[in-house]
């Protein structure tokens, strides 16, 4: 599929593109959004500045470029999650750590989208249709396991899927700007969330259930 921040004609090259790419995500690890110019993104590819504006309108569409790779590694995770046969602790668990290991790989792309997600529609479009993509199959887990008897009858499981996946959202955000829970203490709450939110189970100390 094409990529929706991809401004070339079908027939060119992604030679080009994937090198502003690459000299994006190495700049961006070493400073923020706002003090890198288009000029060094350039020199470091080997492009000229006209060949950036080629492929992207400006430094927000490019980062959304970026997200798009970033978000193709979160299906793996999701799949685990909603097909899994473990129990819900585990799957929680397995699902949340595969969130928490993609975002310490890419803080500094997750720093660029927070500083532009509000003025680059490119951006902000990504992330919610990531977001969305990842709700059917969520909602389908959830009627399964109420359907199943290991999860009680709730609210709608659309609706309940959407907040949760939002809520993941705002704790990845949580990590990138800080705040005064570490991480450890974050998955703990998240899994505690998700726990009670599908399965109704409020006793998350109990690990014995993890090795079953």
């Given at each position: 599929m094409r990529s929706q921040?991809?401004?070339r004609p079908p027939q060119r090259s992604d030679d080009r593109r994937e090198a502003i790419l690459g000299a994006l995500d190495s700049w961006l690890q070493e400073s923020s959004l706002e003090a890198i110019n288009i000029a060094e993104i350039s020199k470091q590819a080997g492009v000229t500045r006209s060949a950036f504006y080629f492929y992207f309108e400006n430094k927000g569409a490019a980062v959304a470029a970026l997200m798009e790779r970033m978000v193709d590694e979160t299906f793996a995770v999701n799949e685990l999650f909603t097909t899994g046969s473990e129990n819900p602790r585990v799957r929680i668990r397995t699902m949340l750590t595969g969130l928490f290991a993609m975002w310490d790989r890419h803080q500094h792309l997750f720093k660029a989208m927070l500083e532009v997600r509000g003025s680059s529609p490119s951006v902000r479009e990504i992330w919610d249709t990531a977001r969305e993509s990842f709700v059917d199959s969520i909602?389908?887990?959830i009627r399964s396991e109420r359907a199943g008897g290991s999860a009680p009858p709730g609210v709608d499981a659309d609706v309940l899927a959407t907040v949760l996946l939002e809520?993941?959202?705002q704790?990845?955000?949580r990590l990138t700007?800080?705040?005064p829970?570490?991480?450890e203490q974050l998955m703990d709450g998240a899994t505690a969330v998700w726990l009670g939110s599908v399965y109704g189970i409020t006793d998350v100390t109990n690990r014995g259930q993890e090795a079953s």
């Open positions: 921040t991809d401004r909602a389908d887990m809520f993941n959202g704790l990845l955000e700007l800080g705040g829970l570490t991480p």
